[in-house]
């Protein structure tokens, strides 16, 4: 099932390549003949592909959301950076050790309104992934959150982070700078903050890398992204001592976006364009943006202590799963 599923995603890339390239090929053609030959073969492939995708989303599982989640082409960070706020200014560095770019963090202007913004950040190809490290936060990335999130309070500007990471680096180097402490501080911060904080798993939420910079008051997830406590590979190697079931895994860690609403480890699900975001990037970001602004709306308005609310939030995280 796993492997099909690879084989449609692959094809349905394939198919989408092929109908753009004769839709370039459609806009140059001055003979009508050949015009009505390439505008009927682009409808044929967009037919087929319509197929495809009904068939594929007829049959997702926890393991399908999962490599749904981490697709090549789904918007990282930035793209919602791009299409949701403007005059976004990146600030790097942690004053500390160094910088690190796999959380880009910086002030940005959401509808008139001053906002931080703080996210990770994949690549789309092995040279970005490589100054990305994959999306995996070093220490300085976290210690970087919490420049961010001081100088959000002491402006008093709302938070947003949007949370895409298989989990924090795992490497000696950052063992040995305190990785561990410097996701505890980054939460620590966030727990203390007074202002309004509305985080948004867009991609992979995966293990301590994800809490790190989602300890918020409203947590949103998107229609087919993932959160869990481990990414399901890892899990598999961990129970069954084999990577290769990381399907089987994904379906006990019960990892999708309709599981962590029922459980109450999030807020809300923010629907995705028909085939998933990657599809529709523009409509997905209109979406998401409007998702916090409702988000930040409705914080604006409850009238109660920010810290209070955040502490109590996640005190009952979980607590549908334990009842049941």
Not at 194 to 208: A, C, D, F, Y
Request: proline share 5%.
């Amino acid at each position: 099932m796993a492997k099909s599923w690879r084989e449609w995603m692959k094809n349905l890339l394939e198919l989408e390549d092929l109908v753009g390239q004769i839709k370039t090929q459609l806009v140059q053609e001055s003979d009508p003949i050949r015009y009505a030959e390439l505008d009927a073969k682009v409808k044929s492939f967009e037919d087929r592909r319509d197929k495809i995708l009904e068939l594929m989303f007829s049959r997702l599982g926890p393991w399908e959301e999962t490599l749904l989640a981490r697709a090549d082409p789904r918007p990282y960070t930035l793209d919602y950076v791009q299409n949701v706020f403007s005059d976004f200014l990146e600030i790097e560095g942690d004053r500390r050790f160094g910088a690190d770019h796999a959380i880009v963090c910086g002030p940005a202007i959401l509808e008139g309104r001053p906002v931080m913004v703080v996210g990770h950040q994949k690549g789309r190809n092995i040279q970005e992934r490589t100054y990305r490290n994959f999306a995996m936060a070093k220490p300085e990335g976290y210690r970087k959150a919490v420049r961010m999130f001081q100088m959000a309070e002491r402006f008093q500007m709302p938070v947003v982070t949007f949370v895409d990471t298989p989990a924090a680096d795992p490497g000696v180097e950052s063992e040995s700078r305190g990785i561990s402490e410097a996701i505890a501080a980054s939460m620590l911060a966030m727990f203390e903050l007074t202002v309004p904080v509305v985080s948004i798993v867009i991609g992979e939420g995966g293990s301590g890398g994800a809490i790190g910079i989602a300890a918020a008051n409203i947590v949103l997830m998107q229609e087919h992204a993932v959160y869990s406590v481990i990414p399901p590979e890892g899990c598999a190697a961990i129970l069954w001592r084999d990577p290769a079931k990381g399907p089987q895994a994904a379906a006990a860690l019960r990892l999708t976006s309709k599981s962590a609403l029922e459980f109450g480890l999030v807020d809300g699900i923010v629907k995705e364009p028909f085939g998933s975001a990657y599809r529709d990037p523009i409509t997905a970001a209109t979406l998401v943006k409007e998702a916090i602004i409702e988000s930040l709306a409705k914080l604006d308005s409850i009238g109660l202590n920010l810290k209070s609310h955040r502490y109590e939030r996640f005190r009952r995280a979980g607590s549908s799963y334990m009842k049941s």
